[in-house]
């Protein structure tokens, strides 16, 4: 049976099943080949982050100066990020080659899940999050009239979207707390804000946090979880988060060393 809540379109979107199909290719044959990677708004999210500057192997903040550009969208306390598009004429991705993506494997999520669009929901659901998909048509996209076939589960198998669906659905509990207006009367401009920013979106500075502070003596974390925050990003963002979590709103899995220690 399908998994349903709703059945309708949303803001001329069709929401859609895991074994629903969409009929849909993309591939350097169709006549819009890349046009897609020019002046589009192409949403980041942390394990973005992660992926393209590791491909480019450049740190954190090099990336976000060079490659981001934020803007106050649809969360009025929180900016959203987005690939900063080339200066010239057609506002090109500065990914773009004539051959296509150069970055293919580690593209983002944004651009690897189109024609999907994927929401999650934040609360009211007891067991487990609710996921809705939909699908998305642009005209100037090509790739709706071409014949394959797919249902919408092995398009997120063959575009490996399973890793960013999961790596998505941390960020969104982080996502929800930004949107309560956590900084108070001192809004965007808040010191909390940046030291957020830091935590979620610039792992290597936020690595440097830790390990050159005291922060490791202070929280509540286990060898194995530190040793691996010596090598994997992942981790860190994922520290990040919880760490955000712990001095935004107090709850969390974090907990600060003499706490644990002073609990019956
Ligand atoms: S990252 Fe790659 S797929 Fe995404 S817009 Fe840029 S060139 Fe296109
Ligand atoms: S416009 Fe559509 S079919 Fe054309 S390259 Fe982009 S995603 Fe593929």
Not at 29 to 55: E, Q, S
Not at 118 to 137: E, Q, T
Request: hydrophobic fraction near 35%.
């Amino acid at each position: 049976m399908k998994d349903k809540i709703l059945n309708k379109e949303i803001s001329g979107r069709k929401e859609i099943y895991a074994d629903d199909k969409i009929r849909f290719d993309c591939h350097s044959g169709v006549a819009c080949f890349t046009r897609c990677c020019k002046d589009a708004d192409m949403y980041l999210y942390p394990y973005d982050i992660i992926r393209m500057k590791n491909r480019l192997g450049i740190p954190s903040d090099q990336f976000l100066k060079k490659y981001v550009i934020q803007a106050i969208r649809d969360n009025s306390y929180f900016p959203s990020l987005m690939l900063k598009m080339l200066d010239d004429e057609e506002k090109t991705c500065p990914f773009l080659s004539d051959e296509g993506c150069t970055i293919y494997k580690d593209r983002p999520f944004s651009c690897r899940a189109y024609p999907l669009e994927r929401a999650v929901a934040r609360s009211g659901y007891k067991n487990g999050r609710k996921v809705l998909y939909f699908i998305m048509r642009h005209d100037h996209c090509l790739g709706h009239k071409e014949a394959r076939e797919w249902t919408v589960a092995e398009w997120i198998q063959d575009q490996q979207i399973e890793v960013y669906n999961e790596m998505n659905d941390l960020w969104v509990d982080i996502d929800s707390i930004f949107r309560s207006n956590p900084w108070g009367s001192q809004g965007v401009d808040s010191a909390a804000l940046k030291m957020a920013f830091m935590a979620c979106f610039n792992v290597d500075e936020f690595k440097k946090f830790i390990f050159e502070s005291t922060f490791l003596s202070r929280f509540d974390l286990t060898g194995e979880r530190i040793e691996k925050l010596k090598t994997s990003d992942v981790e860190l963002m994922k520290l990040g988060f919880d760490w955000t979590m712990f001095f935004l709103t107090g709850t969390g899995p974090l907990f600060l060393t003499h706490s644990k220690k002073d609990s019956p």
